[in-house]
Structures are given as C-alpha cells and as structure tokens.
C-alpha cells in the first residue's frame, strides 16, 4: 500500500500534519474536504516562500536579468562573430539587453579598413558598447578619423587599442570636430592629434574653450620663464604628448604649483628645466605634498636649500613621490651600505624602486663589485641601460686589460 504523503501546515492549529488520505477519505463532507484542501493550499504556499527566501534577492535579479532579458538576436550575433560571450556577459552584461543594436554594421565597418575576425571578435570583447551606435553615427565617427590618420590601416589600430575613443556619443561629434580644428591652428601634426584623441578623448569631447584655456596658460608660462616663440610648438607639443591629461587640469593648478616652486627660490630658468624634465606632470602635484616630500629629503640629507634645489632638478622625481615611498627607498640604499654623500651625488637611483635597487646590487656584488666603494651611477637607468653597464663589468672581470709596456715573458 501506497504511503500517504504528509504536509506540514504551520498555518493550522498547533502545526497539524495532514495526508493526502485524509482529504479523500470517504467519510469525509463536501466542507471537511473544502476546509482540507484549503489548509493544503496554504501549507504548499507557505513552504513555496521558504524556499523563495533561501535565494539572496541579489542572485534571483541577477538570474533573471542575465537570461530571461538579453536580446537573443544580440547573443547569437556576437556568437556568430567568435565573441566571447561570457567575457561580455561578466564585464558589460547590460549591453546584451539592450535594443535596437548594430553588431553587423559594427563588423562591417571593421571588415572595410581591413580588419581581421579576430580583430573584430578582439574589439567587441573589450567594448561590445560598440554595437549600440548606430550606422550613420559610425561612419560620421570614421570621416571625422580619417581627417588625422593618414589611412584607415592606422585608425584600425587605433581602434583596435583604443574602441571607446572611436564609438562614442553622437553629442561628442561637434566638439571633437572643434578641437580637431583647434589643435591643428597650434600647428600639430595629424599623427600628434590622432594620438591625443585615442590616449584622452576627454579632452576632445568637451567645448574646445576649455581646452584653449589651459593651452594659452601652458604658452604664457613657457614664455614668461624665458622660452622663445621659435621653440614654443615644439615643446608644447612635447608636453601635451608626454602627458594628454594635462590639457584637463584646472590652468589654476599649474599658477598654484609655479608659485610654490617661486618661494622655493628656484629662478625662472630653473623652472623652465623643471617644466620640461616633469613632462607635464607638474599639474598632477600640489603644494602640500611638494612640501612634505622636500622637507623630508631635506632632513635626511642634511643639505642646504641651495643643494636641495640641485638635487631637485637632477631628480624632479622627489617632487612627486610620497614621503613613505621615499622613506623606504633611502631605507633599502643606506641598508646596501650607500651613502648619504653618493645618493646626493646621484640622486636619480631614488627613481628606482627597492626590487630593482636590492636586484642590481646583488647582481653586481656577484661579480666583485661594491656600491659603498664605486660609484651607484651603475645602477641607474632602464632595465637596458644596466645590463650594458653589467656586461662591461663582466669582461673586465674576464679579460684583463692588455699593459703594453709589461715585459712579455716566453719560453726559450
């Protein structure tokens, strides 16, 4: 015989257990069975809401979110094109449920400037916002591109690196057109303000008056700490190429911190040397913690003003490392067994950080060398640059030098 199924009604007085049995049973009126089946109704709805509360709401947004409202038409395009999707899904979920979308007119316009379907997969991966322009919007962003790539293989790499300076707001069109006018008026060449527009479209998307307020404080500034119109293009274009988020800063800030290095006693063409040597990431400090760092190094290395300025101009990098950074590389050198007199001789190790110093010593120490006795301008430079240095140090260890004038001893 069958066993009876068993529900436990909370609901119910003093939490009974009901069978199925009992609400079939023959001797059972039309209203016990009515009252039954109510109670088993309510029983069934309370552990449905049981079980609904074990999910964290959370997860039940995101299940139905992922799946029961992405644009299949979407998911199956991006499928077709090798895309993959979970990588979509995880990072830009939101783009798969959007409508209308343009993935084919995307591809297309890739395929057209010779663009691989890994190219096209690669570039929808990493901004699959690029489907939701539209076809006219696209090719208005193409003509306007094309106006500082010298051909299309060239802006497909810019696009391939950079997909979101390409596909942006249709809004952004005229002040991008603007900018592109102004920067070329500067006399910039096309390559220059292609790279601008790929590295900080920010800085073409808003009104083009922005960006000529920083640029005639930048030409002001140059001029006024005795730079010359002849050189004035080349070293603003240097500037705004070694660091294009200098054109979003507040000119205000770039008068705040020329006015602090002032005090300092740093004349106008001390500041000019700095200037150029920061490659425009002089907006990027500000007065207090120029202040902190330089009081800092200055009690460490017991100098004067004057040196201190000095040794700031050969390393501007101690304008712009926090105190605990500083703290720790002088720590990791005088550790090594370096002096305070070598680290003012060559100040720019501080550059480094302790990985790369703690390496390089020991590399050298291997080969008999010894920083508290040789010069530390050994382990300066780029990763390049030491391996040179290391290389010679090496040879010499090898083959001794030839001494022409030592007499020559041979057998008889």
């Given at each position: 015989m069958q066993s009876p199924i068993k529900i436990h009604c909370p609901e119910?007085?003093?939490?009974?257990?009901?069978?199925?049995?009992?609400?079939?049973?023959?001797?059972?009126?039309l209203l016990d069975y009515a009252n039954m089946l109510r109670r088993v109704i309510t029983a069934s709805l309370w552990l449905h809401r049981q079980q609904a509360q074990i999910l964290p709401l959370p997860l039940i947004r995101s299940c139905t979110s992922n799946f029961q409202q992405e644009n299949m038409n979407t998911v199956?395009?991006?499928?077709?094109?090798?895309?993959?999707?979970?990588?979509?899904?995880?990072?830009?979920?939101?783009v798969l449920r959007?409508?209308?979308?343009?993935?084919?007119?995307?591809?297309?316009?890739?395929?057209?400037?010779?663009?691989?379907?890994?190219?096209?997969?690669?570039?929808?991966?990493?901004?699959?916002?690029?489907?939701?322009?539209?076809p006219e919007q696209m090719e208005a962003q193409r003509k306007l591109w094309m106006s500082v790539c010298a051909k299309q293989k060239d802006l497909l790499g810019i696009i391939e690196k950079f997909p979101a300076s390409f596909f942006t707001s249709s809004s952004d069109h005229d002040n991008q057109k603007?900018?592109?006018?102004?920067?070329?008026?500067?006399?910039?060449n096309k390559r220059i303000i292609s790279k601008l527009m790929a590295t900080a479209p920010q800085s073409f998307s808003r009104p083009v008056r922005q960006n000529e307020e920083m640029i005639q404080m930048l030409q002001r500034t140059f001029l006024d700490l005795g730079g010359t119109e002849d050189n004035l293009r080349v070293w603003l274009q240097k500037l705004i190429t070694q660091n294009p988020y200098v054109l979003l800063k507040d000119p205000q800030v770039l008068r705040n911190n020329l006015m602090f290095l002032r005090d300092r006693e740093f004349t106008s063409n001390e500041l000019l040397r700095l200037l150029s040597k920061l490659k425009g990431f002089v907006t990027e400090l500000n007065p207090e913690s120029m202040r902190l760092t330089l009081s800092y190094s200055q009690e460490i290395l017991g100098c004067t003003d004057a040196e201190l300025r000095q040794i700031v101009l050969e390393c501007p990098a101690l304008l712009y490392y926090s105190v605990p950074i500083l703290a720790d590389r002088f720590q990791c050198l005088l550790a090594a067994g370096v002096s305070i007199k070598q680290i003012m001789e060559t100040p720019t190790v501080l550059e480094l950080t302790t990985q790369i110093v703690q390496y390089r010593i020991e590399k050298l120490r291997s080969y008999g060398y010894d920083v508290k006795t040789g010069s530390i301008q050994v382990l300066n430079g780029t990763k390049k640059d030491f391996e040179k240095n290391y290389g010679q140090l090496h040879l010499r260890r090898e083959r001794p030098l030839f001494n022409p004038v030592a007499p020559l001893y041979?057998?008889?």
């Amino acid at each position: 015989m069958q066993s009876p199924i068993k529900i436990h009604c909370p609901e119910s007085k003093k939490g009974y257990i009901y069978t199925l049995n009992q609400c079939v049973s023959p001797s059972c009126s039309l209203l016990d069975y009515a009252n039954m089946l109510r109670r088993v109704i309510t029983a069934s709805l309370w552990l449905h809401r049981q079980q609904a509360q074990i999910l964290p709401l959370p997860l039940i947004r995101s299940c139905t979110s992922n799946f029961q409202q992405e644009n299949m038409n979407t998911v199956d395009a991006l499928y077709n094109l090798s895309v993959d999707i979970s990588k979509v899904r995880k990072m830009k979920g939101w783009v798969l449920r959007q409508k209308p979308v343009y993935v084919y007119e995307a591809a297309a316009l890739l395929r057209n400037m010779g663009g691989s379907e890994r190219v096209i997969a690669h570039v929808l991966e990493l901004y699959p916002e690029a489907i939701l322009c539209n076809p006219e919007q696209m090719e208005a962003q193409r003509k306007l591109w094309m106006s500082v790539c010298a051909k299309q293989k060239d802006l497909l790499g810019i696009i391939e690196k950079f997909p979101a300076s390409f596909f942006t707001s249709s809004s952004d069109h005229d002040n991008q057109k603007a900018n592109i006018l102004y920067f070329q008026t500067l006399h910039l060449n096309k390559r220059i303000i292609s790279k601008l527009m790929a590295t900080a479209p920010q800085s073409f998307s808003r009104p083009v008056r922005q960006n000529e307020e920083m640029i005639q404080m930048l030409q002001r500034t140059f001029l006024d700490l005795g730079g010359t119109e002849d050189n004035l293009r080349v070293w603003l274009q240097k500037l705004i190429t070694q660091n294009p988020y200098v054109l979003l800063k507040d000119p205000q800030v770039l008068r705040n911190n020329l006015m602090f290095l002032r005090d300092r006693e740093f004349t106008s063409n001390e500041l000019l040397r700095l200037l150029s040597k920061l490659k425009g990431f002089v907006t990027e400090l500000n007065p207090e913690s120029m202040r902190l760092t330089l009081s800092y190094s200055q009690e460490i290395l017991g100098c004067t003003d004057a040196e201190l300025r000095q040794i700031v101009l050969e390393c501007p990098a101690l304008l712009y490392y926090s105190v605990p950074i500083l703290a720790d590389r002088f720590q990791c050198l005088l550790a090594a067994g370096v002096s305070i007199k070598q680290i003012m001789e060559t100040p720019t190790v501080l550059e480094l950080t302790t990985q790369i110093v703690q390496y390089r010593i020991e590399k050298l120490r291997s080969y008999g060398y010894d920083v508290k006795t040789g010069s530390i301008q050994v382990l300066n430079g780029t990763k390049k640059d030491f391996e040179k240095n290391y290389g010679q140090l090496h040879l010499r260890r090898e083959r001794p030098l030839f001494n022409p004038v030592a007499p020559l001893y041979t057998e008889d």
